[in-house]
Structure formats: C-alpha cells, structure tokens
Nanobody, 124 residues
Framework: VQLQASGGGLVQAGGSLTLSCGGS????????IGWSRQAPGKEREFVGA????????YLPDSVKGRFTISRDNAGNTVFLRMSKLKPEDTAVYYC??????????????????WGQGTQVTVSS
C-alpha cells in the first residue's frame, strides 16, 4: 500500500486541522494505518493508529482528547482530526501502513513506509 499524507498548513494555537492519508491499491482496507510526527531536532513521535476496519483506534496521552482518527475505506483515506492545537504540535506528520494484514492488536503493528509527510505549523 502506497500512502501519502496531506492537509497540513499553518494554524493558530487553539485551532483545528484535519490531515488525510490517501492510499492506493485495492488492499488499503486490509491494513491498519498509523500516524507519527517529527519536529526539528526531535525524535519521531507516534500519535495514533486505527485498525483495518476502523473499529479500534489508539491515541497516546499527548494527543488524547484533542486528536481523533477515522477512516473511509471506500475512499481509501484515513483522517487525523486535530483540535485544540498547541505550538508543540508543530511537526511534519506522516502516515504508514502495518506490515501485516487484518491486525487488530495495534500495539503489535509493524509500521512500514512512512513516506513523505505534511507540515503542520501551530503559531502561538
């Protein structure tokens, strides 16, 4: 599955933004999708994931209550909706698929091909 993150931009603190992760190929709906971000000079941080069916999502404490993840398998797209944005959310955001199909245990996912990301900048 080839993925491309899009939808980034400049937003004021407290604002909202929705990122999209578009996939190609008939097998998009068979894979969990994960999101990560990387700020300049910092390590990559995992910010969430959704199972292949969309029934289960995972969000770390750093974004829980502010970010949500959903997917539209018919449209081969996963969405990362971000609200109450903070300057520390500024980063390049990436999406990737799980290596294995039909996995529900997101903690066991093996994320591959993070690909090109999309820049999110939150101004104070």
């Amino acid at each position: 599955v080839q993925l491309q993150a899009s939808g980034g931009g400049l937003v004021q603190a407290g604002g909202s933004l929705t990122l999209s992760c578009g996939g190609s190929g008939r097998t998009f709906s068979e894979y969990a999708i994960g999101w990560s971000r990387q700020a300049p000079g910092k390590e990559r941080e995992f910010v969430g994931a959704i199972t292949f069916s969309g029934a289960i999502t995972y969000l770390p404490d750093s974004v829980k209550g502010r970010f949500t993840i959903s997917r539209d398998n018919a449209g081969n797209t996963v969405f990362l909706r971000m609200s109450k944005l903070k300057p520390e959310d500024t980063a390049v955001y990436y999406c990737a698929s799980d290596k294995r199909q039909y996995r529900n245990a997101l903690a066991s996912a093996e994320w591959i091909n993070w690909g090109q990301g999309t820049q999110v900048t939150v101004s104070s």
